[in-house]
């Protein structure tokens, strides 16, 4: 079956198995949604369909010579282009122009990839509307994109057939990463869910980057009392250096710190939450009431502030971890 390997984008599969169906594609589409929800892997699989020279029952057979160059990563009539830097250039852009204005080498049809077109500047969207405008025959054009109001200049929109991607519903997101990582428990494919709302392939790559691991240390450290001040500002201190080094992390960090003292409060009111809540949970449940985790959450806000504000991580981390492990001298 066509895109078998992507789960929970109905409405975009039916979209592009009627198109095949059919035979009528469109000269360009735009593949729009949030990151890691299965855009890029199905715009590689409608190329490998389409470059395929014996498809069967729309799939690629997997044996001819199109299957073979495209697995290798050869096929001359596919063409990727990703952001060179922070953006796609209008330099790639007229590369593309160029190579364009030659016929496909074989089975007439040319599949063009182009990755994180919300990155293009107006004037590399203005050179690229030329070619959506009047596509050279036998050309298919696949836009991938973050959607959301201006993040993808308007004029490139109205020429596509807009396929929208969406996220997940975090029990199937969860268990999506769980096959990536079966290593994870059930708690940190759903927390690794929720902290990328319902995109698994985001999740996978912040637990590639130690991000759920740091959390986990934090939280560990947070509960014991026995320790002194003196003691607790140590390890304060010593994992504020952990967490400003992760750069990119810390914002998702937050976002973790802010789910996780939300369940503690949902655990304080009762229900299902507060009789099968995890061991971290319990514990941060005696150590503080409802005033104290309001407080900690405003913590964390104003971190966030703090961050957005460009400011100093290493500093937000400190002032963060300062406060979280009771650290900070009382406000008078």
Not at 30 to 41: C, E, N, R, S, Y
Not at 149 to 168: E, K, N, W, Y
Not at 226 to 243: C, F, Q, Y
Request: glycine residues 8%; charged residues 25%.
């Amino acid at each position: 079956m066509a895109f078998s390997s992507i789960l929970g984008q109905t409405k975009a599969l039916t979209l592009l198995s009627r198109a095949l169906a059919s035979g009528r594609l469109p000269h360009a589409y735009l593949f729009a949604g949030p990151d890691g929800v299965g855009k890029t892997t199905a715009a590689q699989d409608l190329a490998a369909i389409l470059l395929c020279r014996r498809p069967e029952e729309g799939r690629p057979c997997g044996h001819c010579s199109g299957c073979t160059k495209y697995r290798s990563g050869n096929h001359p009539d596919f063409v990727r282009i990703r952001p060179d830097g922070a953006a796609i250039k209008i330099d790639q852009v007229r590369e593309l122009k160029k190579a364009l204005n030659f016929a496909p080498f074989e089975r007439g049809m040319r599949v063009v990839l182009v990755e994180e077109v919300q990155t293009m500047r107006r004037e590399a969207g203005n050179s690229l509307l030329k070619v959506l405008e009047e596509p050279p025959p036998g050309n298919l054009l696949i836009l991938i994109g973050i959607g959301g109001a201006g993040m993808i200049l308007d004029t490139i929109v109205s020429r596509c057939q807009v396929i929208p991607f969406t996220p997940l519903p975090l029990g199937l997101a969860a268990a999506i990463i769980r096959q990536h990582r079966p290593e994870l428990d059930t708690v940190d494919s759903e927390a690794l869910a929720a902290l990328a709302d319902g995109c698994p392939g985001q999740a996978l790559a912040l637990e590639a980057d130690g991000i759920l691991t740091l959390y986990r240390r934090i939280v560990a450290e947070l509960n014991p009392l026995r320790e002194k001040t003196a003691i607790r500002t140590e390890h304060a201190l010593a994992l504020a250096v952990d967490l400003a080094e992760a750069k990119e992390g810390l914002e998702p960090f937050l976002t973790l710190l802010r789910i996780f003292f939300k369940n503690v409060m949902a655990a304080h009111g009762g229900g299902s939450m507060s009789r099968s809540c995890p061991p971290e949970v319990e514990q941060a449940r005696e150590r503080w009431n409802l005033a104290r985790l309001s407080a900690k959450i405003a913590t964390v806000d104003l971190a966030e502030q703090a961050l957005a504000r460009n400011c100093n991580r290493g500093l937000i981390s400190e002032v963060l971890l300062l406060d979280l492990f009771d650290c900070s001298p009382p406000v008078t």
